[in-house]
């Protein structure tokens, strides 16, 4: 996750398509799709953004409010849209419920999507950094950029051209056998 950018640099429109549309080729439960993308590519909108969602108490402290990028996305989901879905006789529910589902598909979903975003973006040679909205300006944000009730920001991704030095994680990354297990989950991963 890239969180300083030459914010000098602008992205070629055809690379923010190109990002746009691989979020799209995400997998979707019931291939429901129920997911959203607001794209801020202009100064002013982005300014609007950090404004909008800059907390009042340590606005230093939350990325969202102090990134310098030249373009964001905000992915959104809808859990509408998989109700829906489901309620349809080729899935065997006939109720909008969400009491049976294990996990919140529609939030993972528009995860799968944010992570088809930075894939693409780190192929494009770019950086980014997904981060999230804080909660009480969820409803500030959605006043000011029109997004409909149905649609919940997820999250927000970041991206440009990274103006930081070359960073090797492999030592703070944890061994593969304590987050990886094969066969029962007392067998670690070899």
């Not at 999507?113 to 894939?119: D, E, F, G, I, R």
């Not at 056998?177 to 070899?190: K, L, M």
Request: aromatic fraction near 12%; hydrophobic fraction near 40%.
């Amino acid at each position: 996750m890239v969180r300083t950018y030459d914010s000098r640099r602008p992205i070629p429109a055809e690379t923010v398509d190109r990002i746009v549309k691989n979020a799209l080729r995400a997998p979707s439960g019931g291939f429901s799709q129920g997911w959203g993308f607001l794209v801020l590519d202009t100064e002013s909108d982005i300014k609007k953004f950090k404004t909008v969602v800059r907390p009042e108490k340590k606005p230093e402290n939350w990325f969202a409010a102090n990134f310098e990028a030249p373009l964001l996305i905000v992915a959104h989901s809808n859990k509408d849209v998989y109700l829906d879905r489901y309620a349809e006789p080729d899935k065997g529910f006939t109720e909008r419920s969400d009491a049976w589902w294990p996990a919140p598909y529609w939030d993972i979903d528009a995860g799968f999507a944010s992570l088809m975003m930075l894939l693409t973006a780190v192929d494009a040679g770019l950086g980014a950094c997904f981060f999230g909205i804080p909660i009480e300006k969820i409803g500030p944000y959605r006043s000011a950029f029109g997004v409909p009730d149905e649609f919940m920001p997820i999250g927000a991704i970041s991206i440009g051209y990274s103006d930081e030095p070359p960073r090797d994680l492999r030592d703070r990354r944890k061994p593969t056998g304590d987050v990886v297990r094969r066969g029962r989950w007392d067998q670690p991963y070899e």
